[in-house]
């Protein structure tokens, strides 16, 4: 089992935009679907973005609709997050996660990548 591999996270002004990328490989490729959540520091992980693999179907947090986008590269198993207008409360470790119809928690979870919005 190889879990996702994110990266783009990094250090961005308020206003900025960042790019998360995620590599699904091996049993996680052709997944169901892909998503992003985070976890900011003392809080609980919520849902950010998905998309299901076949159809393309994107779906978004209230919070992040109208600033974030997901896409795919099929070819590539890869999954982005384009994040646009950022805020300190997007401050968070992104997690991609690979679900293969049993359910995010029962998804392949990556590693995480941090974002730090701050000026």
């Known amino acids: 089992q190889v879990p996702p591999v994110e990266s783009g996270g990094g250090l961005v002004h308020p206003g900025g935009s960042l790019r998360l990328s995620c590599a699904a490989s091996?049993?996680?490729?052709?997944?169901?679907?892909m998503g992003w959540f985070r976890q900011a520091p003392g809080k609980e992980r919520e849902f950010v973005a998905s998309?299901?693999?076949?159809?393309?179907?994107?779906y978004y947090a209230d919070s992040v609709k109208g600033r974030f986008t997901i896409s795919r590269d099929i070819a590539k198993n890869t999954a982005y997050l384009q994040m646009d207008h950022l805020q300190p409360n997007d401050t968070a470790a992104y997690y991609c996660?690979?679900?293969?119809?049993?359910?995010?928690?029962?998804?392949?979870w990556g590693q995480g990548t941090q974002v730090n919005v701050s000026s």
């Open positions: 091996g049993r996680t490729a052709n997944p169901n679907a």
């Open positions: 996660v690979v679900e293969k119809g049993t359910g995010w928690s029962r998804g392949d």
């Open positions: 998309m299901f693999w076949g159809d393309g179907s994107e």
